[in-house]
């Protein structure tokens, strides 16, 4: 009797985001999304508006206590930190923020998957032993691992990903933190919880560039404050550092964060200037070879900065139709099967059959997938157990193994008789 299959539950309707198969986390109904380590933007931010603020409170101070002062002290002393100083704190702290904001909260380029492998190009034949063949996820498929691709006149070896099904676009890579194929990946970076990509990279730029220049400043004007109020400390530069113990702090902080920030700084600035990416730079060593995506020094950063960013491959609020089967008590959802051809045979489409060219047999998809070579073998074992006509196995010992063997012997003695009679 045939089994009939498990009936089909009402389709539930999801958006993307609810449905992705990520690491990601999205905020505000799949507007914003973040990498798994998000938390580690809080971090950053206090980082940066920490002592922004306390910059900030100092120069605050320092213009109410010069309001207080006599109008002939106005003249003698004029303090460094005034309300212009205080503005441009704020700009550059409220841009740092929004650039790393919008780094860490936008898709930085993920490549969408795959819900099967790719056929195997006809160029390919499994029995290359040159080539690289992987299995993965689908062990009757043999892949290619790599395969060749033109970019810019130069030959590009392109991966498939195991995970995405799929060959990863040049420059692109599997990110394992978030478990998604981002194109032109540069790296994940966990100070802003996201992936560094193609639809990203400009505003991580321009963060660490401005937190550098914030860095620089603070530090800049924290040393002048110092020296500017060494008069109230009989001129000297020691006392005022003990009486100007904020503006030390931030000496002694910033002068620390800017060899972090300033050496990234200094490292993307050579990266842009040769359209390289992070991961391309460790992995590939375009300085020891011509690089295809190289543009020239003001073409490299006008891609950068200037280029229009490419839209999202993603629509994270649209809706996806999930089916769930009934299996008992519980669910799960319908994986993904293939379908593999040997060279002699076609699909057809319309039927969903197996037809093989050399006959004209259908054979139904419930059989296509069953392996009936140890039955073969059983049955020829036995009828060989039971058969001495063969002139091989007579006066031999009729051990199941050695049956095995000699089948096959037979079978091509026989064939050999058949073709001298004919």
Request: glycine residues 6%; positive net charge; aromatic residues 12%.
């Amino acid at each position: 009797m045939a089994a009939t299959p498990p009936p089909l539950q009402q389709s539930k309707p999801l958006r993307l985001y609810q449905a992705w198969k990520g690491n990601n986390r999205f905020f505000c109904g799949g507007r914003f999304i973040f990498g798994p380590d998000v938390s580690s933007l809080f971090l950053s931010t206090f980082l940066i508006a920490g002592p922004s603020i306390t910059f900030c409170y100092q120069i605050i101070i320092k213009i109410l206590k010069y309001e207080k002062l006599d109008i002939s002290e106005h003249v003698v002393h004029h303090p460094i930190l005034g309300l212009p100083v205080l503005i441009v704190t704020l700009v550059i702290t409220i841009s740092d923020l929004m650039f790393l904001f919008m780094t860490s909260s936008r898709d930085p380029g993920i490549v969408p998957r795959s819900t099967r492998p790719p056929e195997l190009d006809e160029g390919f034949s499994v029995t290359t032993p040159s080539v690289e063949w992987i299995s993965g996820r689908t062990p009757h498929l043999r892949i290619p691992r790599t395969k060749d691709v033109i970019v810019n006149g130069f030959s590009v070896k392109v991966k498939y990903c195991d995970t995405c099904m799929l060959y990863r676009p040049p420059r692109a890579s599997h990110c394992s933190v978030c478990n998604n194929c981002v194109q032109k990946f540069d790296h994940h970076c966990p100070w802003v919880g996201q992936c560094i990509g193609l639809r990203n990279y400009r505003f991580f730029c321009l963060f660490i560039s401005t937190s550098t220049f914030l860095c620089i400043y603070v530090f800049t004007f924290s040393w002048l404050n110092i020296i500017t109020e060494r008069n109230h400390y009989h001129n000297s530069i020691w006392k005022s550092m003990k009486g100007e113990v904020l503006s030390l702090v931030l000496i002694v902080y910033t002068f620390i964060i800017v060899w972090f920030v300033g050496g990234l700084t200094v490292f993307h600035f050579y990266l842009m200037s040769t359209n390289q990416t992070t991961y391309e730079n460790f992995r590939y060593r375009y300085d020891k070879k011509e690089n295809p995506y190289n543009k020239g020094f003001w073409g490299n950063f006008k891609d950068v900065f200037f280029s229009r960013t490419p839209p999202s491959m993603h629509h994270f609020r649209s809706l996806v139709i999930e089916e769930t089967v009934e299996a008992g008590s519980g669910s799960y959802t319908p994986r993904i099967s293939m379908d593999v051809m040997r060279p002699k045979e076609k699909i057809d489409i319309e039927l969903g059959s197996k037809i093989v060219m050399d006959g004209n047999l259908s054979i139904p998809s419930i059989l296509q997938h069953l392996d009936y070579s140890s039955i073969e073998d059983s049955a020829n074992v036995k009828a060989m157990m039971g058969n001495t006509d063969c002139p091989e196995m007579k006066g031999r010992v009729r051990d199941p193994m050695e049956v095995s063997r000699m089948t096959r012997s037979c079978n091509q003695h026989e064939r050999g008789l058949a073709q001298v009679v004919i």
